[in-house]
């Protein structure tokens, strides 16, 4: 074992085991408070979240607007997370300049944040899925992005449930639908956004709302992509592939 795979088998174990951490009582009392907190942003605030939510995850599963990269043969791992953290580099800076102007816009420019920061967390998926080596015109493979959508921007007691997914993938992908319109966006889009409002809402706040953007959509996108690679290393180490011989 490489010094290289042994530093990304133990940062592995330590992502494991956050995943599978049970709900802690201040996390339950966040809960309680955003639950509070969404029954004072106004409606048409929410419509925009939900519609763009739904719009996305309607367009990953049967669009072909993400499905631009192909699968990258022939390289380590090491080549293969390098390349990952070049492109959640891109995406993260993207998002945080896309942050800054929709916050420095007020409502309706920040309104506008929500799909297009949608968008480059997507296209940052579906680039990551490929730099791993799987194929991202399988239905399944999508699936899988979305359940990693999950683990990153869900409550600890949702995370649980979705990590199982998929630290149990071969398994659960062959029990998947072969009706795609049955998958559960509604819970995907409610975690979603019970998860992002409370921080995302102060973007919208006149004078603020442009730093607020920068660091918001900087940390989201980071989280993102590190919840990929982890969820991609953990696949590839069940699967025993040979791209972790460095």
Known sequence: ???????????????????????????????????????????????????????????????????????????????????VAGRIRFYRNASAAEGGVTGAGGLLLGLADFPLLLTLKMKMLFEIAALYGYQVSDYRERVYMLYIFQLAFSSQERRQAVYKHLADWPRHSRELPEDINQFDWQTFQQEYRDYIDLAKMAQLVPGIGAAVGIVVNYRLVNQLGRTAMNAYRMRLLTEDRTLLAD
């Open 1 to 83: 074992m490489t010094p290289y795979e042994t530093a990304v088998r133990t940062e592995l174990t330590r992502w494991q085991l956050a995943m599978q951490r049970p709900p802690s009582g201040f996390g339950k009392l966040s809960a309680q408070w955003q639950r509070r907190i969404n029954r004072m942003i106004p409606q048409r605030v929410h419509d925009v979240i939900t519609t763009a939510i739904k719009q996305m995850t309607r367009g990953v599963l049967f669009g072909a607007g993400f499905l631009t990269s192909k699968p990258a043969e022939g390289l380590t791992l090491t080549e293969r997370d390098a390349a």
